[in-house]
């Protein structure tokens, strides 16, 4: 009973990482209807970018996560501006090609500017031993409580940011109906590209706490794909359409895969995923928590 | 109309068969010409051009977005791995029933997926697919079955022997060539067909296929099920052209590769795939080398990366600016010389 | 008529391509064409060359301490050549990513041996990858020497006669280490961890047949794509191991031992030689120590780590081999730490040299097979090799270290054995000196 228990402890951080990436794809679904799978790729471009400071240069941990940051907010809005804006109304191949190239585009960048040979590893920012209550071992850490932390807070502005002030109603509308949203005077562009400015910020934050989980994890070609995967299954979990339902289908994945990687197997990993994937999307093809609007005649 | 035109533009079949033939000497000459130095890169393009083809048939005809064909190329590539090297009387004829056998294993696969993924549209099947594609080559590392898929490792394959008159390598890369040649000749058929008719139907308004009589769902497990099959055929060849079955070969990036060879060339042609295919391996294997070397690149991580760099943007770019593909280009250039495709321009 | 013109441009376009690809090749018709250049005895051997092929992991999950092997081999051979070289010719080393993926190596090897036309493949590296081309190479009767793996599978003189293996193989390593913790860790609970595959499997053959079977708690197995260990190293825990022995690669037994810190766990470590450099393990754990509760450096989380080395080691600075490598180093490789991987480059360099030299002043492919098979001297080795007509296995056994610092510190007597039913015996013998221009004396 303790080992299922403390195995469910163990995978509520990685759940929040996951939801953290969820939470991007959703913010950017709602905006433009589109799955940005470079999202993998931005991460990882940005954990470098952090990863180069703090151990190459020396920086601060905390310093050098507000440049992450930053840097996904631009990356962001760069890519939405200038190679997504073309294919946004367009079939919806478009723009998963349009996202696929960028993934690739920077996988390569990233080899050519880091190269591929070494190992890096980010530090945690707090300990990462596990709490001991008596003579147990917690599979929770100061630096899992950190990470549920950072991610709550994350999800907590950007609930205040889109339903309590202006700009958060100015984008809810663009993404609702930007048609009629451009006659009331918004400029819809700008909102796209802030839709995914900001979600490209959530990404590196994922990032970057997720490459403090375990040594050689920050590889150009390393395990973001794998969190890619992840956060579109906790987000189609959730329903692509729900912020609040991205972040509960991220602990639920995270959990889930911890249960599965002891009492079945931890190779397999991947596959659980797209098992769980299926199962949602067959009986809840619009997700769990979505309000299925019907789009079809 | 039909008495105007000369009998050969009668029969759909005919004319296919004629321009097979033709292509087929065309191609065993070409194979003949290149020597062995230059041989074994190329043999990885027919690997690439039957999943593409596949792909082709399923994304542009069918219209649905796949991301997992290297999923599907793998199931094919370790039936074979696993088949063929016991079956020890002539390797040349027991290879084609290894093919047979993958094709037949990768269909029904690409079927149990395609009921699946029956209800996924756009977005929501391409993640499912993506998820395949990272999902499946894991389950060689299984504890219960790393024993008969051996792992990472993977399976070995012997050496492809020649029967004579091409030497080995060159052999392997016939084999290759008629393996598309037959597929080409296979789905230009199946296009001019009522299923194709169908496929082209759904893609187009599913409501109004529907309306008319067509089985929506069959007709989407269909595609599934011949690209799935095009794809396993693909990933034996992989396999024989490695000499080796292993989880690596089938990762995301091969998923991607296909699906960048359908696009560079010109999505829904199936010349396009073709084109495209060689396009990629070659970008790949040493086009990418090359320019590094031209440019005087010294720095290696440089050097190795170039070619993912230029193929990402060759992606993305084809997209804004030719998203005909080559097909496209050559279409522009050349007019009317090059038909539209009827494929998923809208 | 439309489908008949695609027709037409698909025959044009293979015919384009085709020509394109003759005009590319330098001799067209089948077969290899000729492979000699300017009157030499083999191929990739010229008057004043000898030109050898590798392939390395140089990116992906091995790259981590692995890649610097070959540039490290091509320092010893720049060195080499400024003195002149073997018999009058310069050793060109071309060395290429196969990024530990086994589907890359086949295409990587083909090329050097039919478009680069290397004389031979030289410490082609790990056990799945190579294992691909072994075959291949064979026969088409190229020297494939000195394979950077332990894998029992190079020693095949009847079926492979072109394969030859170096370092120790995984199975004597295992006896060797199983007989140093059967002697050291009476009674006490071990648990093994390892790479699940020949490497891996061999090692733990080895194990088994020292350490005696109950004192064996549990057998967790790693695939080097995953590194998501944490349900492995939980099992290994729950199992109340005093002893874990590993054979894994760096990458793999920093996760060993970050995974251990996080539950709590803290055994004796004993890792096989091939993962346990600790200047590479300290790059890989370093950024945790200080969140590991290490006061000082990163390295506080490796030290007491008990492994093996068959080549003398950093920790004994005065030995002759050390100092010729390091200023082979300093000169020639200098942006390189000086660890175990630089140090296997160029003592497996130095191996390679020696096999040159015996095989004369017109080296052949054949020839160059039948001078190692005739025996090669000790040289940087702590124990002697195994090289004959009826082995191709390379050194006979290893010396126990511990890491002490940033170096192994090497203790006790190297042991030899067998990979069969012999006991583990001390070895007597002395390592003779390294010569100061670093060519070999015969």
Same mark, same amino acid.
């Given at each position: ?297 | ?42 043999? %990885? ?124 390598? %060159? ?169 539209? %495709? ?5 | ?442």
């Amino acid at each position: 009973m303790f080992r299922f228990v403390n195995l469910a402890l163990g995978g509520v951080s990685n759940g929040m990482i996951y939801g953290a990436v969820a939470l991007s794809l959703v913010m950017i679904w709602r905006s433009t209807r589109i799955v940005n799978f470079a999202q993998g790729g931005m991460l990882m471009f940005t954990t470098f970018i952090a990863w180069d400071l703090v151990q190459v240069h020396g920086v601060n941990y905390w310093a050098a996560l507000v440049v992450a940051i930053i840097s996904g907010l631009i990356l962001g809005g760069v890519s939405e501006r200038v190679l997504v804006r073309p294919v946004e109304t367009g079939p919806p191949l478009n723009a998963v090609i349009v996202t696929l190239g960028l993934l690739i585009f920077l996988q390569g960048l990233a080899g050519m500017i880091w190269g591929n040979s070494q190992a890096h590893s980010y530090p945690p920012a707090y300990d990462f031993r596990g709490y001991t209550v008596g003579s147990k071992h917690l599979l929770f850490a100061p630096n899992d409580l950190y990470i549920v932390i950072a991610v709550a807070v994350v999800v907590v502005l950007l609930w205040l940011l889109f339903q309590r002030t202006p700009l958060g109603l100015r984008m809810r509308a663009s993404a609702f109906s930007p048609e009629v949203s451009r006659l009331l005077g918004v400029r819809v562009g700008r909102l796209l590209t802030l839709g995914w400015a900001l979600s490209a910020g959530v990404g590196a934050l994922a990032g970057v706490l997720a490459a403090g989980t375990q040594p050689g994890y920050v590889l150009p070609q390393g395990p973001f794909d794998a969190l890619l995967v992840y956060g579109f299954t906790a987000a189609v979990i959730g329903g692509l359409d729900s912020p609040l339902g991205a972040v509960v289908g991220g602990v639920s994945l995270g959990v889930l895969l911890s249960w599965a990687d002891s009492y079945i197997s931890n190779n397999i990993e991947p596959l659980y995923a797209f098992v769980i994937l299926i199962a949602v999307l067959m009986v809840r093809p619009n997700g769990l928590f979505s309000r299925a609007a019907a789009r079809r005649v | 109309m039909a008495d105007r035109d000369l009998w050969i533009s009668r029969s759909t079949l005919l004319r296919h068969a004629l321009f097979t033939l033709v292509g087929l000497v065309l191609a065993l000459a070409v194979c003949k010409a290149i020597d062995d130095a230059h041989a074994f890169e190329y043999v %990885q393009i027919p690997a690439y051009a039957c999943t593409a083809i596949g792909l082709t048939l399923l994304t542009g005809m069918s219209g649905q977005i796949s991301l997992g064909q290297g999923a599907f190329m793998m199931v094919g590539a370790y039936t074979f791995a696993l088949l063929w090297p016991k079956w020890t009387t002539d390797p040349n004829l027991t290879m084609i029933a290894a093919f047979a056998c993958a094709m037949a294993v990768s269909a029904v696969f690409g079927a149990l997926v395609g009921v699946a993924a029956a209800r996924l549209r756009g977005p929501y099947l391409a993640g499912a697919t993506l998820a395949l594609a990272v999902g499946l080559p894991s389950i060689t590392e299984y504890e219960h079955l790393s024993n008969h898929l051996k792992g990472n490792q993977g399976l070995s394959l012997p050496i492809l022997v020649s029967p004579g008159f091409f030497s080995d390598t %060159q052999w392997s890369l016939v084999v290759g060539v008629l393996c598309v040649i037959v597929l080409l000749f296979l789905t230009a058929n199946l296009v001019r067909s009522r299923v194709g008719r169908s496929m082209r139907a759904v893609r187009d308004d599913e409501i109004a296929a529907s309306l008319g009589g067509l089985s929506v769902p069959s007709v989407q497990v269909l595609a599934f099920v011949i690209s799935a099959a095009w794809a396993g055929l693909g990933g034996a060849l992989l396999a024989l052209a490695n000499s080796n079955a292993s989880p690596n070969a089938f990762g995301l990036s091969v998923s991607l590769a296909v699906l960048a060879a359908v696009v560079i060339g010109g999505l829904g042609s199936l010349t396009g795939a073709v084109i495209g295919s060689i396009v990629v391996v070659m970008l790949n294997q040493t086009w990418a080398q090359d320019l590094a070397s031209h440019l005087s690149i010294s720095s290696a991580k440089v050097a190795n990366n170039m070619y993912l760099v230029i193929y990402g943007v060759l992606l993305a770019v084809a997209m804004l600016i030719a998203p005909g593909g080559v097909m496209g280009i050559l279409r522009r250039i050349f007019g009317f010389a090059v038909p539209r %495709q009827r494929a998923a321009e809208q | 008529m439309r489908t008949s013109r695609i027709r037409l441009m698909a025959g044009g376009i293979v015919l384009v391509l085709g020509a394109a690809a003759c005009g590319g090749s330098s001799s067209g018709g089948g077969g290899g064409g000729s492979s000699n250049s300017g009157g030499a005895s083999a191929p990739g051997v010229t008057s004043t060359t000898v030109t050898i092929g590798s392939t390395q992991p140089l990116t992906g999950p091995a790259a981590p301490g692995y890649s610097e092997i070959a540039p490290a081999a091509n320092a010893y051979f720049q060195y080499i050549n400024a003195a002149g070289g073997i018999n009058g010719r310069k050793i060109i080393y071309k060395y290429v990513d196969d990024a530990y993926d086994p589907s890359k190596t086949v295409t990587q090897t083909k090329k050097l041996i039919l478009q680069d036309k290397v004389f031979g493949i030289f410490n082609a590296l790990g056990t799945p990858t190579h294992e691909q081309v072994i075959d291949f190479l064979n026969q088409s009767k190229v020297p494939d020497l000195f394979v950077a793996s332990g894998c029992q599978c190079w020693d095949d003189p009847s079926g492979h006669p072109y394969t030859f293996g170096w370092q120790t193989d995984y199975v004597v390593e295992g006896k060797i280490l199983g007989d140093y913790i059967k002697k050291h860790f009476p009674g006490k609970k071990i648990a093994y961890f390892y790479q699940d595959d020949d490497f891996g499997k061999d090692g733990v053959k080895g194990l088994d047949m020292e350490i005696p079977a109950g004192q064996v708690v549990t057998k967790q197995s790693y695939q080097v794509t995953n590194p998501n260990i944490a349900a492995q190293v939980q099992k290994i825990a729950a199992s109340k191991a005093d002893v874990v022995v590993s054979f894994t690669i760096p990458a793999f037994t920093a996760l060993l031992k970050l995974n251990s810190l996080k539950v709590g766990f803290n055994p004796q470590l004993v890792v096989s030689n091939v993962g346990s450099d600790p200047l590479t393990l300290s790059g890989l754990l370093e950024t945790y120590a200080k969140q590991g509760g290490a006061t000082v450096k990163g390295n506080e989380l490796i030290q007491g780590i008990i492994t093996d080395a068959y080549l003398s080691t950093p920790g004994d600075p005065s030995n002759s081999w050390i100092q010729l490598f390091k200023k082979i180093h300093d000169q020639y490789d200098a942006k390189a730490p000086f660890d175990g991987n630089v140090l296997y480059g160029m003592a497996v360099a130095y191996t390679f040299a020696q096999a040159l030299q015996a095989a004369g002043q017109n080296p052949t492919r054949d020839g160059i097979v039948a001078a190692v098979e005739k025996g090669i001297a000790q040289g940087p080795g702590t124990v002697p090799f195994r090289f004959s007509s009826s082995s191709h296995a390379g050194f006979e056994g290893a010396q126990i270290g511990t890491i002490k610092g940033t170096v192994i510190q090497l203790s006790g007597k190297p042991m030899t054995t067998d990979d069969g039913s012999g006991a583990v015996q001390e070895f007597t013998g002395t390592q003779p000196t390294a010569p100061s221009n670093g060519i070999p004396t015969g």
